[in-house]
Structures are given as C-alpha cells and as structure tokens.
C-alpha cells in the first residue's frame, strides 16, 4: 500500500527531473529514472524524498552521484530542488547527439533548482566540458539563458581568492 501513495510523488520526481536539464539530450527526459541507494526514506506529507549511501541517478546521459541526495517538491507537486553532498558529489550529460563528450562536474555541494532553472556548485566546483573548464568556490548555470557564473561561495571548506579557468582554442574547419 505504501507504494500506491508514494507512487505519485515519484511519479512526479521523473517528469521534473526530464525537463531538468536543458542543456541535455532532447531524448533523456523520455528516459526512465533510476536511483540506487543503499538506504531511501520518503516523506509524501511533507514532499522530501532522502536517498543515503553511495548514491546513482540515472535517466539517459545524466547521471548524478553523492553521498547523499534529497529531492523536495513544491506544493504544485513539481521538483523544487535536487541536492546531492558527498566528497565530491557528481554530475554528468551528454549535450547532444553530434558530440559524445559529457559536461561533468564536481562540488561538495550540487544543487539543481529546477523552478528556477539553476544548478549551483559549491565548495571545490569544478566544471569541464569538450576540454574547457571552470575552477571556484562557487559555479551557477542558468540552464534557461545558458549564462554561467564563478567566483566566491562563502561556507567552503576549501577556501578559493580566485576562478581557474582553461578555455581550448576553436578548430578551424580544414
């Protein structure tokens, strides 16, 4: 019976989670969602669902991994925020069909904000893609105007005075 009830929530938890990344492959978000743990506690009433232990999160060419990773949902049912802490918690997804490489990240902290169209890396974030990446205490991306900040993060356990930033040079088509 527990599993009828929570059935909405997570039924919920994947659809937000497959409009979450813009930047992802258009076909993830058809994809199914799925979460490995070694312990879950679900809490329909109040929308927190906490997944403990090794976490993995996968749903097409994303994939998120921590030590632990909570999902709340606003009171319209949608996912408000996905958090996932570990030392470093991860991220990944392929960007499109044409390139194989995978954005990655790390941070102490990842957090994706899905009603506001934000991920927020903080405490040793790092992001890399096609060779390209960004080093700081802190790193948000707008998923929705595809603009991305870096600099100070406040509460970090490694402090940081600057960004570290390594960008490729365009190939020239031959």
């Known amino acids: 019976m527990r ?14 989670l497959g ?9 993830d978000r058809d994809q199914p969602i799925r979460i490995q743990a070694d312990n879950a506690h679900l809490d329909d009433k109040k929308g927190v669902a906490t997944y403990t232990g090794d976490v993995i999160i996968t749903q097409g060419s994303m994939v998120i991994k921590g030590n632990t990773v909570t999902l709340t949902r606003a009171e319209s049912g949608d996912i408000d925020t996905v958090t996932s802490v ?3 918690a991860y991220f990944e997804q392929q960007q499109s069909t044409a390139k194989p490489d995978k954005m990655q990240g790390w941070a102490v902290t990842i957090q994706y904000q899905a009603l506001k169209d934000l991920v927020v890396l903080t405490d040793r974030a790092k992001v890399t893609n096609d060779g390209n990446s960004t080093e700081g205490e802190k790193i948000v991306y707008n998923t ?9 993060g406040g509460n970090v356990t490694t402090p940081r005075q600057r ?9 020239k088509a031959e």
Request: proline content about 7%; cysteine-free.
């Open 19 to 27: 409009s979450a990344s813009a930047w992802a492959l258009p076909t």
């Open 163 to 171: 960004i570290d930033m390594v960008i490729q040079p365009k190939k």
């Open 86 to 88: 570990g030392n470093l």
């Open 3 to 16: 599993l009828v009830k929570t059935l909405p929530f997570l039924l919920s938890l994947s659809a937000a």
């Open 144 to 152: 929705k105007s595809q603009v991305a900040t870096a600099g100070r």
